[in-house]
């Protein structure tokens, strides 16, 4: 069974600051999606990223980016210039390629942006 | 495009009692999602639809929750009884097609249940 791990419950970081997030997971696929997922408290999932494991070249999307180390089975989020509103918990998501496409998520970190 | 709308929001219901919440996906989404999210930790896969149909539904306690999608559209999860370890958000997703490279599950905001 596929897991996936978040090592940080909190971090915080001061605003316009860049702050990584790390996640790792295990699998024994060797095709299949990564995510990040923001949650504010509001509760909605917020799809911030996505990386494709047979893509080689790290996902991007505005200042958002991470860091995917397929052979060490690792997937890190960096945030760049942290704004307040990037307050709020994120979560790695694992999902197959095929088959039931769950989302598998880790436990979570909570980012506090200070002013 | 309207988003995946849940109701109620939040619900407290005593130990016992029943508890039903409400799902309506995104229009055309075939599949749909219901996840367990207790305080602390991710959310948990309860039960996938495709359509009508159940895909997986391996970590549903079947003694006490209940799911069902009629006509492949509108989802109802139920609980009954509840239990004071039920207290959590229950989410619902849905996503176009199942099988697909390019498939991203859309959330609704959630319900909270506290079970006291």
């Known amino acids: 069974a596929q897991t996936v791990t978040q090592s940080q419950p909190e971090m915080s970081v001061q605003e316009a600051e860049t702050v990584t997030l790390s996640c790792t997971y295990d699998?024994?696929?060797?095709?299949?999606?990564l995510f990040w997922y923001k949650q504010p408290p509001s509760r909605q999932m917020i799809l911030v990223i996505r990386?494709?494991?047979?893509?080689?070249q790290n996902a991007t999307e505005n200042r958002f980016s991470v860091n995917f180390q397929k052979a060490a089975k690792s997937f890190s989020l960096k945030i760049s210039d942290s704004q307040l509103g990037d307050a709020a918990m994120y979560f790695c998501?694992?999902?197959?390629?095929?088959?039931?496409?769950?989302?598998?998520f880790g436990q979570g970190t909570r980012l506090t942006i200070n002013p | 495009e309207a988003g995946v709308a849940q109701s109620p929001r939040y619900k407290i219901i005593e130990k016992r009692q029943s508890v039903a919440f409400w799902c309506n996906p995104i229009?055309?989404?075939?599949?749909l999602y219901w996840y367990q999210q207790i305080l602390g930790q991710g959310p948990k896969l309860l039960i996938q639809?495709?359509?009508?149909?159940?895909?997986?539904d391996s970590q549903l306690p079947k003694d006490r929750f209940s799911a069902e999608r009629l006509k492949g559209v509108d989802s109802t999860l139920k609980i009954q009884p509840a239990k004071l370890e039920d207290s959590a958000v229950y989410l619902c997703?849905?996503?176009?097609?199942?099988?697909?490279?390019?498939?991203?599950?859309?959330f609704g905001q959630g319900t909270r249940l506290t079970v006291v």
């Open positions: 997703a849905s996503s176009f097609q199942q099988n697909t490279r390019n498939t991203e599950a859309f």
């Open positions: 699998t024994s696929e060797s095709d299949y999606y």
């Open positions: 990386q494709e494991a047979y893509k080689q």
């Open positions: 998501a694992y999902r197959r390629l095929q088959g039931a496409q769950k989302l598998v």
């Open positions: 229009s055309g989404h075939a599949t």
């Open positions: 639809f495709q359509n009508n149909g159940v895909v997986d």
